[in-house]
Structures are given as structure tokens and as C-alpha cells.
């Protein structure tokens, strides 16, 4: 059986990370490149990065002799990827091939598109012709509507009339290699995922469906791998709650979940 991921979600807003609350109440709780060295601590299996922003402006607000600021798009993923030991996905305000090359040239293993692969899927095909299909990852963002779920985009802030099933079946077939799937009724909640359109959203397709928005205990992590999620995300929890990936890998350990073993991790959960 295929290993399932527990994957820290980071939001970036103007060059600094932030908890948000369903796609809003942006509030500030610190550098990128910090968060990545606390992670690095942890058994977390990678990291994803979503610049969430809606302008260019980047500004970490130091400029000190212990950290520089980081004032492009360039400056933030480099400073990351050089100081950040698992797999790194980065994703956000990307709508070129030159912006894609861009980011993974800075160190990402895998960038996001979102906005841009329902305003033109031929960069979801260009990208995984370019660069395989590993490195396109396809964001669908959604929310409950009288008509059920519908994908939005432009964050949240445009409802399309797409179901996302339907839309996670396009973009496999434009060449996306992974879907995350993140419900914006249930970011910032903690009130689980949403396993209904999780399930079928995973159904509908033949590569891997990460689970984001919602999650805070360790049930919900479970919940969203037996909806049939191949990693279960999450954003804001990571950062409220000091070795929360220890303590979920714990309860997933022992429900059964086949984790993959960081560095003896697990084995010595389980005597824990």
C-alpha cells in the first residue's frame, strides 16, 4: 500500500506567512524562512507554499544583520528551498511558463497553478510537457453554493459554475500530476474536511488528492485519508500547536495509516 503524506499548508501574503480564516481575516504570524527550520524539526513529509497575495509587493519587514528581507517572489523560494530539507511546493500568482521555470529554477520541487489553469489549461499541458507532470500541481479551491460545491478562483473571490470533480478530472487530463483540493467554507474552522466532495473528487480521478482546509485533530487527518486523500494538509494548526505533526502521526500510526518512517520517527512513536 502506497504511503500517505501529512503536509504542513504555508499561506504567504506580501512576503509574509499568515493564518486566514475562509480565504479572509488575514492575520500575521511570521517569517517563511523560520517556519521552514522549525519543520525541518519535525516529521513533516513535505512542505507546500501558497502565495496568497494579490499584487507583487513582498516586504518580510527586517532588514537586519541576522535576516535579510526578502523582497521578490525569487529572493522568498530561494531563501526556503536553501534551507529546507523535504520536498518543497510552491505555488501562487504563477501565470507563465517563465514564472514556472522561475520558481523551480529558486529550488521548489513542484509548483501550484490554480487561477491560471481555468483561464488557460494549455499552461497545465505546456508545464507538464516542459516539466512532468510531478512537478504541475493543480489547486482547486471551492465552496458550498445552492447548486453544491463550485470551484472558485482569484481567491476565493470568483465563482465558477464548475463542479470540482469534474474540473479535477480536467485537469488530470491537461497533464496535472496531483490535486489539492481546499474547501474555503471549512478554512480556518476546524471543523474537518469536506468528505463528501473529498471522496468525490477522489473518485473521479487516477492521481493523488491532497485534503487542505479544515483539519485540527488528528481524527480529521484520519477522516481525510479514509475519504481516500493521499496526503492530509493543513495550514493553520501547524502553527498554533507545537509539535502537532508528532502528535498526529501518532493517532494516524495507530489507525493503521501507512506513514512513511522519517528517521526512525515513527517506530519511536509507537513506543511513546
Known sequence: MLKK???????????????TTRFGDHQVIGLPTYQVERYNQWAVDELVFLDIGSGSKYDGKRDDLRIKNLTSVQEIVTAISSTCFMPLTFGGQLRSMQDIHTILESGADRVTLNTQAYR??????????SFGAQCIVAVIDFRMTPDGPRVCIDRGTEVTGKDPAEWAREMEQCGAGEIILQSIDRDGTYKGYDLETLSRVCDAVNIPVVALG?????KHFIDGIEAGASGAAAANI????????????????????????????????EKS
Open 238 to 269: 501547524f502553527h498554533i500547536l507545537e509539535n502537532a505533526d508528532r502528535q498526529i502521526r501518532r493517532q494516524m500510526n495507530r489507525a493503521g495509516i501507512p506513514l512513511r518512517s522519517i528517521d526512525g520517527t515513527i517506530k519511536s512513536l
Open 5 to 19: 503524506r501529512l503536509i504542513p499548508a504555508l499561506l504567504l501574503r506580501d512576503g509574509q506567512l499568515v493564518k
Open 214 to 218: 479544515g483539519a485540527r485533530t488528528p
Open 120 to 129: 488557460d489549461p494549455a499552461l497545465v499541458r505546456q508545464g507538464s510537457d
